[in-house]
């Protein structure tokens, strides 16, 4: 009878370099991309359900924001112009706009008014980023506290709607056109 011999064989080494190299490009794009998507998430609170004589009560309490095609105009109580802000070159003057409502605020406040919602109605015309800027103006601004800046609040409660057809509205004492 033969006996064979088996030779010792090496155990065989397992390479995970490549593997290694892929989660290295992978962990930091999956993370990044975490990260972008919570950025770009815009919170939209729909009204209430209420009945008639409700609404009949909120509508006049209503702060609205509408754009139309060449102004941007803050009623508050709903139907009654508090201010107007013509178009300037081929943008809406937002800047203006954020100046005017941080205005707003502080009155309100001074007043005992504690406002957290706004209505922004726009015309069919008025384009995607028009409104998405809107948003980002009404529902918060940028201040200095402590030397750091910070987002400070405004109207953070927003509700989208379609803007009424052009109509004669009530104006408030002092609105500028």
Request: charged share 25%; aromatic share 6%.
């Amino acid at each position: 009878m033969r006996t064979r011999r088996r030779s010792p064989k090496a155990d065989a080494e397992l390479d995970i370099t490549s593997f290694m190299n892929l989660m290295i490009v992978l962990v930091p794009v999956l993370l990044l991309s975490m990260v972008f998507s919570q950025i770009t998430v815009l919170e939209i609170k729909l009204p209430d359900a209420t009945s008639a004589n409700d609404k009949k009560n909120l509508k006049n309490e209503q702060l609205e924001l509408i754009i139309r095609d060449q102004q941007m105009r803050v009623f508050y109580p709903a139907g009654v112009l508090l201010k107007s802000f013509p178009r300037k070159a081929e943008k809406q003057d937002f800047a203006a706009l954020a100046a005017y409502l941080q205005e707003l605020k502080s009155t309100m406040q001074q007043k005992g008014i504690s406002k957290r919602n706004i209505t922004i109605l726009s015309e069919p015309e008025v384009d995607y980023q028009t409104i998405v800027s809107a948003m980002d103006t009404v529902r918060s601004f940028k201040a200095v506290v402590v030397a750091s800046v910070v987002e400070a609040e405004l109207f953070p409660e927003i509700s989208l709607g379609d803007a009424p057809k052009l109509a004669g509205t009530k104006r408030a004492k002092g609105a500028s056109q």
